[in-house]
């Protein structure tokens, strides 16, 4: 089995990548008071060395103050933080790899006292943080245009400090999601209801930053079923339901999706053996990224570089992108064990790959 389905560049009129592999986006909180300083770019910098086609960051909060949960989450809005992020595109565009900053607001998952405003409560489209537990009043319609204005103002300064493209975090139970899913979108407003009202939050996000970037800068929206609050959630039970929640998503000005499952090769909807990523790629018509434990460790390496002992997963993989099932892969844990296992891979040279461990959360290496 070759790797060449991962090495083939991507190319489309806003986005060019040497290849398609991407870096997912994974929280280090290792920014002190929200500002990215010299041991981030240095993260940054190696996996650009690395040769991941495009880094997509930790999700770094927008300008409202319930965005974070935590002041050691990068944010995306002082001058200080933007400094530093401008510092972390010229360390990764200087070692020949692209960036997109994942612009968060962490929603029902911020609990009264945490994070670095501990005098405002966590605010929801329901007022509900989990089904059952009160913990803040329902977002006002003043709030919710004040949130859609930060990530406006976030996509400008993803521009403006010369990103290759941005990703909007819509997924995983965030305060995006959080309209979604109608676990906790109990509103009776214009922005709850039905999947396609639900879905009214986010197409006000895009259309602001489309606003502040124009046309031309690439647009990527992540989304899940899976929550944080509920591993079983789900947005759309069938093709269609689907449909109903991205369409008006798209047709706001998205140019990718990426579309978080936590197993790549779990069928999304029975009768077929599409993954979520297919799906959408095959609903929209628009390029698709897939993700999910895509764990490059040594037994997969042995498999698809022509060994015998192993999963089947990895070559599974790469035939379902070599027949476009979707576009762009994501690879998260292994990359933090691993900066450079694509090259590492390309060699042959698996005896050196590291296994993911927790315990590698406590360095930013
Ligand atoms: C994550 N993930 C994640 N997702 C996201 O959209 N924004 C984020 O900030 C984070 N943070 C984060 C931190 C850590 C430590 C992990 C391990 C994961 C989810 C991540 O992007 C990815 O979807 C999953 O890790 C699955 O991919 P892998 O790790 O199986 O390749």
Redesign the pocket.
């Known amino acids: 089995m070759s790797i060449d389905a991962l090495l083939r560049p991507f190319t489309t009129p806003k986005l060019s990548l040497k290849n398609r592999l991407l870096m997912?986006?994974?929280?280090?909180q290792f920014s002190p008071d929200g500002v990215p300083g010299a041991n981030v770019v240095d993260y940054y910098r190696r996996r650009a060395e690395g040769d991941v086609g495009l880094i997509?960051t930790?999700?770094t909060t927008v300008g409202h103050k319930a965005s974070s949960f935590d002041s050691s989450i990068p944010n995306f809005y002082t001058d200080e933080a933007l400094a530093g992020w401008a510092d972390v595109v010229k360390a990764v565009h200087a070692a020949g790899g692209k960036i997109a900053p994942?612009l968060?607001h962490v929603g029902c998952a911020r609990k009264p006292g945490s994070g670095p405003f501990p005098d405002y409560p966590s605010a929801t489209p329901s007022g509900y943080a989990l089904p059952g537990k009160k913990v803040g009043e329902p977002l006002t319609t003043t709030e919710i245009d004040e949130i859609v204005k930060a990530f406006g103002e976030a996509g400008r300064n993803a521009k403006m400090l010369g990103f290759d493209a941005l990703?909007i975090?819509g997924?995983?139970g965030y305060m995006i999601d959080d309209f979604l899913w109608e676990g906790l979108n109990t509103r009776d407003d214009k922005y709850g209801g039905s999947r396609a009202k639900r879905s009214q939050f986010a197409v006000e996000i895009v259309q602001a930053i489309r606003e502040h970037v124009g046309e031309d800068f690439p647009i990527i929206f992540?989304f899940?079923q899976w929550k944080q609050q509920n591993y079983d959630a789900r947005l759309a039970t069938t093709p269609d339901e689907l449909m109903e929640v991205l369409a008006p998503i798209s047709d706001a000005g998205v140019d990718i999706f990426?579309c978080?499952?936590?197993?790549f090769w779990e069928p999304e909807f029975d009768g077929s053996e599409l993954n979520l990523a297919g799906w959408t790629r095959k609903l929209l018509n628009k390029p698709t990224i897939t993700?999910?434990?895509?764990?490059l460790n040594e037994e997969f390496i042995t498999t698809f570089m022509g060994g015998e002992a192993g999963s089947a997963d990895i070559g599974e993989l790469l035939q379902r992108l070599e027949a476009d099932e979707f576009d762009l892969v994501?690879?998260?844990?292994?990359?933090?064990a691993n900066p450079d296992w694509l090259k590492q891979v390309q060699q042959g040279d698996v005896s050196a790959l590291k296994t993911?461990d927790k315990s590698l959360?406590a360095a930013l290496a």
């Open positions: 997912a986006p994974m929280t280090r997509i930790e999700g994942q968060w990703e975090h997924a995983h992540r899940s990426h978080s499952q936590r197993r993700v999910g434990s895509v764990s994501a690879v998260g844990r292994a990359l933090i993911y959360l």
